[in-house]
């Protein structure tokens, strides 16, 4: 913790009668993405209050900033007050934040004060949670897990086994972990935000995976990336993945596939169709509250 405070933000949110669930699930989501480190929530007959909170290495204005890009698509939430925590015996609530996480049939995400509580018949992912994206607890980041999952179980990847991975817009990096975990030879690790390097990095670590086995840079989506792939990730939102739909096609190697995912169900449509004006075939969709992703296939 930097100079012995934390910023919050508290936002609200009336979703009308009876939409208390609803309510929690927007303004989870929205924290998540901008990058929370903790949350308290209040359960109003119509709605939700919600107060958030940031690390204090950054301008309170840059964490408003980022709130209000990921409330962007939900015009009816207020912010109420923002300020300063001082001192608050922090540790503790941020653990009970993060509980262990199981995702598809197979996986484990946890905070690395958790480890130890991991089931034996699930793989695990160590995640500290920090200012980057992909804590695993989004819904768009699980789904983007479970189509990794099933893709592999149904045979999916080269007869070699799953060997060149990218993962665009890494975040906290959680799945360039789990792709390593599940057996890829090498992975590219990349985000447009310089500051989300030393957490990925970090999470690598914690994951006992060697550095040289991920290559972690920054760099604009696939701009000055060099193929072949056998599988893409990109769990970022809808405008930058169809922007680089095209340049998948060409750094992918036939057969291979991609997993898109950060795509509410509402905006499914119109990626179907950019999937199919490339080129691509789907093959997997999954879809988890308002949050969906697909599994798209390069022709072989």
């Known amino acids: 913790m930097a100079g012995g405070y934390w910023w919050y933000i508290t936002v609200l949110l009336r ?65 109420e007050d923002l300020g300063k925590i001082e001192n608050q015996p922090w540790s503790r609530q941020c653990e009970d934040a993060f509980p262990p996480l199981a995702v598809g049939d197979g996986l484990v995400v946890l905070a690395p004060w958790h480890r130890g509580a991991e089931p034996d018949s699930r793989v695990p992912i160590y995640i500290n949670p ?50 390593m975990k599940l057996g890829a030879a090498r992975v590219l690790s990349r985000d447009l935000d310089p500051s989300v390097i030393d957490e990925v990095r970090g999470n690598l670590e914690l994951n006992d995976i060697a550095s040289g086995a991920v290559d972690v840079e920054v760099g604009n989506l696939l701009s000055g990336v060099s193929g072949p792939f056998d599988l893409i990730f990109s769990n970022i939102l809808l405008e930058p993945l169809m922007e680089m739909l095209p340049d998948v096609r060409e750094v992918l190697r036939p057969g291979g596939a991609a997993i898109f995912s950060g795509i509410t169900g509402g905006e499914r449509e119109k990626f179907l169709w950019a999937v199919s004006e490339v080129g691509m075939t789907v093959m997997d969709e999954a879809m988890r509250e308002e949050w969906w992703g697909v599994l798209a296939q390069n022709p072989a």
């Not at 939700?48 to 990921?70: G, K, P, Q, T, V």
């Not at 099933?150 to 360039?176: E, H, K, N, W």
Request: glycine share 14%; aromatic share 6%.
């Open 15 to 79: 979703s009308g009668e009876g939409a208390v669930e609803e309510s929690e699930e927007i303004l989870y989501s929205a924290a998540e993405i901008s990058g929370s480190i903790g949350t308290e929530v209040q359960e109003l007959p119509d709605g939700a209050r919600m107060r958030i909170y940031y690390r204090s290495d950054e301008e309170l204005s840059h964490w408003r900033d980022r709130l209000l890009d990921a409330l962007s698509t939900w015009p009816d939430v207020r912010v």
């Open 130 to 179: 920090g200012s980057a994206f992909g804590t695993g607890y989004h819904e768009s980041t699980q789904i983007a897990l479970i189509l990794l999952e099933r893709y592999l179980s149904a045979g999916g990847g080269p007869a070699q086994g799953l060997g060149r991975v990218a993962d665009i817009g890494t975040g906290s990096g959680i799945l360039s972990i789990a792709a």
